[in-house]
DNA sequence: TATTACTTTAGACTTAGTCTAAAACTTAAT
DNA sequence: ATTAAGTTTTAGACTAAGTCTAAAGTAATA
């Protein structure tokens, strides 16, 4: 079992069973922000017997617990990035494709001048087509 | 049936049946970003033989001619909002109501300076406390 | 009127996700 | 080692959002 994986699935204060780490060895290293469904598929290529409700509770899990974060930005499913930390999504239209877009690539300004709300964070959604 | 709604809707292509003036009279005024759901038990209201699918293939409909717009804020369902010109939109985490934000309110830069990406619109969503 | 096109309807179906209660597995205590 | 207690997994029932279908109802056309 992925030494480095369960370290950190303990750093995060997640017991490492193997359904853990094996739900963390792909959605820790992927970049295309899989839906839990795309999650549950990928798993059980390695571990044909995992159930529907242990990698749904795993991902809520580790959700809670600061290790990935839920994005909702198609309809009808939620998706899972490993990327925490803040940066902005691009969705190409003709794939459905969802790209991280770093912070510091766009600049927003006057969010905290808002009258009447109190931002606690917020992010640029972006849609249209990958070029070249 | 309400003439200015009617001409509204034939002037984006529609034809105006009772059902979808309906519709157009609660989703057009409202500033309350309502699922299908809401839109289906408010026209029940004074519609009480209306059916989920009408009310559905109404919405879908509109969006389609551009008379209202969908977003995809929060999990598990699509919202619908009338207002089709670029805002931006703030989710309060303790109501989970939405609120619309002029779009020059906020100032977003190098947008079109992204590299590979050829944006055709975005927006801002930004989450917290509404104040006061 | 007869014909054609469009719209609505009930309900079946699909898909994403949650919940439950039992089984399996871990951990800690005798 | 044995037992007990706590934790995790599991299959499958269940819910909620949304789509699809085929028939019935309306409206426009000839
Ligand atoms: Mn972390
Ligand atoms: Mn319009
Ligand atoms: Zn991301
Ligand atoms: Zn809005």
Known sequence: MNAEIVEKLRGHGIQP???RVAVAEY???????PSAERVL?????????????????????FV?????????????????????????HFIDEATGKI???????????????????DVRKFHVVLKGRRRG
């Open 17 to 19: 069973s193997a359904q």
């Open 27 to 33: 959605i820790l290293a992927t970049d295309e922000h």
């Open 41 to 61: 598929a990928r798993v059980k290529r390695r571990f044909p017997m995992v159930s529907r409700a242990t990698v749904y509770n795993t991902l809520n899990l």
């Open 64 to 88: 809670e617990k600061g290790l990935v974060q839920q994005l909702v930005l198609t309809g009808g499913r939620v998706v899972f990035d490993p990327w925490v930390e803040d940066h902005h």
């Open 99 to 117: 790209h991280d877009i770093p912070w510091d690539a766009i600049e927003v300004k006057r969010v905290d001048r808002l009258k009447g709300f």
